[in-house]
Structure formats: C-alpha cells, structure tokens
C-alpha cells in the first residue's frame, strides 16, 4: 500500500515534472536564438514526460485493484489520461525534432509553416488536456478505496463477470 509520506513525495514529484512541462512549453519559443539550449530543454521535457508515464504506471502497479487481477476496471477508470499521455508524448517528440530540424542551421530566422503551426496547437491543446487530465488521476490515486479491499471493489468486480 502506497503510504501517506511516500504519496506525497511521489505526487510532489509529478507534479515537479508537470510544472518544468509549462515552463518548456511557455518559454521554450523564447529560446530560438539558442538552439543547443532549446535542444537540451526539449530533451528533458520528453524525459520528464517519460517519467511521468512511468510514475503513473507504478501506481497503478501498487493498488490493491491491479494486485487483485482487476487491470481491466483500473485502465477503463483511467483510459483517457492513459492515452492522452502516450498521445501527448507523441506529439511533443514529433514537435520537438520538427522544430530542431527547421531551426537548427538559421536559428536567427522565424520559421513557422503551416504545417509547423497545426502540430504546435494541436501539442498545446493536449498539453493542456494532459496537465489537467494527468493531475486528476495522481490525486484520484490517492483515493485508499484503490488499495484495500471493499465493497466498491466487489461491486465492480461483479459488474465487470457480467
């Protein structure tokens, strides 16, 4: 069972890694000038999105639900923040080597395609969508209904042989 001191480091460091997420999306335009900087910035922030996905997973691996064999009511509980993410990882990293690729060799030139533009708010808008969706789940993971046995368990695990 995930106890209260280690919850709250570990939802400490979620959302340690989802603040340094804003802050690469909000600032790292700022940083076109530099592109090594911008390099080493967008890096992190795949990594760190990495190690959220990872976090999120070891939660899930530490409830009682996922312990008891119920993975299936555990991902239909938590499927949109799970697949926002990998979708949100996604678009980041394409975002990322799309940007490096353009301004690498003339980061003194504005370049900003149609294409470039579509991919950067769709990445914004599910970046949104992650933070929101993402800080939900860690708090509702919190919930210690997750990690013992009740009778919400077993109603949903009657419900789920149906």
Request: charged fraction near 15%; hydrophobic fraction near 55%; glycine fraction near 4%.
């Amino acid at each position: 069972m995930l106890q209260t001191g280690n919850y709250s480091l570990v939802l400490t460091l979620q959302f340690l890694l989802l603040t340094y997420d804003l802050f690469v999306n909000s600032f790292s335009e700022l940083l076109r000038i530099a592109p090594v900087i911008q390099l080493v910035l967008f890096i992190l922030q795949d990594v760190a999105i990495l190690f959220n996905i990872i976090i999120i997973c070891l939660m899930f691996f530490n409830t009682f639900v996922f312990q008891a064999g119920l993975v299936n009511l555990l991902f239909h509980k938590f499927k949109g923040t799970i697949l926002l993410t990998v979708v949100y990882f996604a678009l980041s990293i394409s975002l990322h080597i799309w940007v490096m690729n353009l301004r690498w060799k003339n980061s003194n030139r504005f370049i900003w395609t149609d294409g470039l533009q579509t991919l950067f708010v769709f990445q914004r808008l599910a970046a949104v969508l992650y933070c929101y969706f993402y800080k939900r789940t860690a708090v509702r993971l919190g919930d210690p209904r997750f990690y013992q046995d009740s009778l919400w368990l077993r109603k949903e695990f009657l419900q789920g042989r149906r």
